[in-house]
C-alpha cells in the first residue's frame, strides 16, 4: 500500500479485558490483538526519540539588550531512508504554549527561571512555532537529517519590568515526522 499523503503510523495497539472471578483470580475473558504495520521510510536514530538540548548559561541582561539569545542548533538523525516509500518529511512541535509569546515553548512547572519562552526555528531563522508544520523536507535514501535550532526569548512584560527570573528551566515538546 502506497502510503504517500498519509501520516506513517509505527505503533500496534493491543487491548486486553480481564475479568475479576469471585475468588480473587484474574481470567482472561478477552484477548485481541489488531494493529496496522506500515513501510516506514525511515527511522530515528536510537537515542533521538529523546532529545535533550543544553541551552547552556543565558544571562538577563544579553534577553534585556537583544530580547533573546543565539539560536542552538540541534538535529533531528534519520536513518535508513527509503525515497520509494515517501520522499520527503515534515516535523511538527507539540508543547504548552507561552500565553505572552504564542508559538514558543513554555517552561515547564518547577522551573525556577520565569519571564521567558522557548523558540524553534530553522537554520536559516525561519521560526517554527509550535503546532505548525515545517516546510517539507527533501528525503535522500539512507541517513538524513532534520537540522534545527532552539532559543530562549524574553516575555515582552518581563522584558519592559525588568522581571526575568534567573535560574535553572526545563521546557517539554514533542516532535511528530510526517511523510506527506
Not at 469471585?22 to 506500515?38: E, I, M, P, T, W
Not at 536510537?46 to 538540548?53: K, N
Request: hydrophobic content about 40%; overall charge negative.
Amino acid at each position: 500500500m502506497n502510503s504517500k499523503g498519509r501520516a506513517i503510523v509505527s505503533r500496534v495497539l493491543f487491548s486486553v479485558s480481564f475479568l475479576l472471578m469471585a475468588d480473587g483470580v484474574y481470567a482472561a475473558d478477552n484477548l485481541s490483538f489488531k494493529g496496522r504495520l506500515v513501510a516506514e521510510p525511515c527511522t530515528i536514530r536510537p537515542g533521538d526519540e529523546a532529545l535533550e538540548l543544553d541551552l547552556k548559561e543565558a544571562s538577563a541582561q544579553e534577553l534585556y539588550l537583544n530580547n533573546r539569545t543565539t539560536g542552538r542548533s540541534f538535529e533531528i538523525h534519520l536513518e535508513g531512508c527509503d525515497t520509494s516509500i515517501a520522499d520527503s518529511v515534515t516535523t511538527t512541535f507539540s508543547g504548552v504554549e507561552s500565553t505572552e509569546l504564542p508559538g514558543l515553548l513554555r517552561l515547564d512547572g518547577g522551573s525556577a527561571a520565569s519571564g521567558v519562552a522557548i523558540g524553534l526555528e530553522t537554520p536559516d531563522n525561519t521560526p517554527l512555532p509550535l503546532n505548525v508544520t515545517s516546510d517539507k523536507q527533501t528525503l535522500n535514501d539512507g541517513p538524513n537529517s532534520i537540522a534545527l535550532k532552539a532559543y530562549i526569548k524574553g516575555e515582552p512584560r518581563a522584558l519592559t519590568d525588568r522581571l526575568i527570573v534567573a535560574g535553572m528551566f526545563t521546557a517539554t515538546s514533542t516532535f511528530t515526522l510526517n511523510y506527506p
